[in-house]
């Protein structure tokens, strides 16, 4: 009953729940949010993914450093000739909880999510299929690409390469690159060509997805009307 | 660097990135052959494990964003490419954001995308790799510096709280832009030497290097 079992009710519903809190500014249901969240992530996982809320964009770092001393208001304290308004840090605390709560919910409903079931969650949403078997041909051939380039790396570290600042580098780098785009096209005609030796004809065989069960609405409802709760006490 | 996380942009500018990638992955999609998906899914597989490879740049590395080569190889296939790869960094590695994935989209594939268009008959025609390579480089330097100020634009629209840092936000762009740009020259120097015709859009049904 904590998150919804099936993954299109998981997109729809961390979709509007994230939307609905976007306009909140209230410190008050921020952190109702992330508590929220917080508590749902603990109560099906234990455990929180430390790595993911650790990891911050150079920009939000920026934010969250100079928010405090650019906006206006009344000063909380002082460091050097700088002052850092109430109203800044109030603005970072609510941007932070919001932006680890959003984090949080996306960890919790997508981390351990399949990709070809989130593929096949997205076409029954409607997505175009194209843009559907663009996603799953990523999915399915990025580990093998990263494999291709890490062997190209060894290959390099072999003969004493050693990164550093230099034209000598980057070059190396840039003919990596091309090395792997020209393999990359080489080995889509070998793909295209099993792909119509085994009948393809424009179509992968699948069957629709089964409706979601109750338990599952419930729980999608949930968050959405929980999220709208908290717009709404953070409106008036 | 370009990735913007859930919970800072304002509806507007959610709503604005929206509609422009999918208009963007629209008119990528109508170009891209039946046949030519499983390249274009590969080759964005190519240009994500590129950019997660970090290069040193002075005291600092970056890891490289590739626009300005996935627009001359990819056509306007960049717009689908890039938006299935940060859909998968969204949900599966937690970088960037569900709400923010139309204006991330765009502010990575816009640039790589008109940058292309501009000097795409250039490069093709040139004649020396090296000439080809410099304004490669030049292209992708113009490319990621008006990322940079997308990003930045993203955020003014917002708030304008976020004025001051939208300003600095550029400069933390500079270092990102130099190592495109020479590791961007390198490649289409390459490309021009080695396979020439991997320059053009491959959103046909037959690959471009067999015709």
Same mark, same amino acid.
């Given at each position: 009953?904590?998150? %919804?079992?099936?993954?299109?009710? &998981? ?7 994230? !939307? ?21 992530? +603990? ?12 990891? !911050? ?15 206006? /208001? ?9 002052? @850092? =308004? ?9 941007? @932070?909880?919001?932006?680890? /709560?959003?984090?949080? +919910? ?8 399949? %990709? ?29 690409? &990263? ?15 050693? %990164? ?38 424009? &179509?992968?065989?699948? =069957?629709? +997805? ?7 609405? !419930? ?9 709208? +709760? ?7 | ?54 290069? #040193? ?36 590695? $937690? ?6 994935? *139309? ?21 093709? *025609? ?22 940079? $100020? ?24 500079? #270092? ?12 289409? *120097? ?10 053009? #859009? ?10």
């Amino acid at each position: 009953m904590i998150r %919804p079992g099936d993954l299109r009710l &998981r997109l729809v519903s961390a979709l509007a729940a994230i !939307l609905l809190m976007t306009p909140v500014a209230g410190l008050g249901p921020a952190a109702c949010y992330l508590g929220l969240v917080l508590a749902l992530v +603990l109560a099906a996982e234990r455990t929180l993914p430390w790595r993911r809320l650790l990891h !911050l964009e150079a920009f939000l770092v920026l934010l969250f450093l100079t928010l405090p001393f650019t906006i206006p /208001g009344e000063t909380l304290f002082r460091i050097g000739p700088l002052a @850092a =308004s109430r109203e800044g840090v109030l603005r970072v605390l609510v941007l @932070a909880a919001k932006v680890s /709560g959003s984090v949080l +919910l996306l960890s919790l409903f997508f981390a351990r999510a399949e %990709p070809a079931r989130l593929g096949a969650a997205l076409r029954a949403l409607g997505l175009p299929e194209a843009m559907v078997r663009i996603f799953l041909g990523l999915v399915r051939y990025l580990g093998l690409i &990263r494999a291709e380039f890490a062997r190209l790396q060894d290959a390099m570290r072999m003969r004493a390469f050693r %990164p550093g600042s230099n034209r000598h580098t980057w070059r190396s780098y840039g003919n990596m690159t091309g090395m792997l785009l020209l393999r990359a096209v080489a080995r889509a005609e070998r793909v295209d060509e099993a792909m119509r030796m085994r009948g393809y004809a424009g &179509r992968f065989p699948g =069957s629709a +997805l089964p409706p979601p069960a109750a338990a599952d609405w !419930l729980a999608g409802a949930g968050l959405v009307i929980l999220a709208g +709760l908290l717009l709404l006490w953070d409106k008036t | 660097m370009a990735h913007i996380q859930d919970g800072l942009l304002s509806l507007p500018v959610l709503a604005g990135g929206g509609a422009l990638a999918a208009a963007g992955i629209g008119l990528g999609l109508r170009q891209i052959e039946d046949r030519a998906i499983p390249r274009i899914a590969i080759l964005a597989a190519v240009f994500f494990s590129a950019s997660l490879v970090s290069i #040193p740049v002075g005291p600092s590395s970056v890891h490289l964003l590739l626009s300005t080569l996935m627009g001359l190889v990819l056509g306007p296939g960049i717009f689908p490419a890039v938006a299935a790869a940060l859909a998968l960094q969204a949900v599966m590695f $937690g970088f960037g954001g569900l709400t923010t994935l *139309g204006v991330n989209t765009v502010n990575i594939a816009l640039p790589g995308y008109l940058v292309a268009l501009a000097i795409g008959g250039y490069v093709r *025609g040139a004649a020396a790799p090296v000439r080809a390579a410099l304004a490669g480089g030049l292209g992708a330097a113009a490319a990621v510096l008006a990322t940079g $100020g997308l990003v930045a634009l993203s955020l003014w629209l917002s708030s304008s709280d976020y004025v001051p840092v939208a300003r600095v936000l550029l400069a933390t762009y500079l #270092p990102l832009a130099l190592g495109e740009a020479v590791v961007c020259a390198a490649v289409i *120097g390459f490309l021009k030497r080695a396979a020439p015709e991997l320059l053009l #859009p491959q959103t046909g049904a037959v690959a471009e290097a067999e015709a």
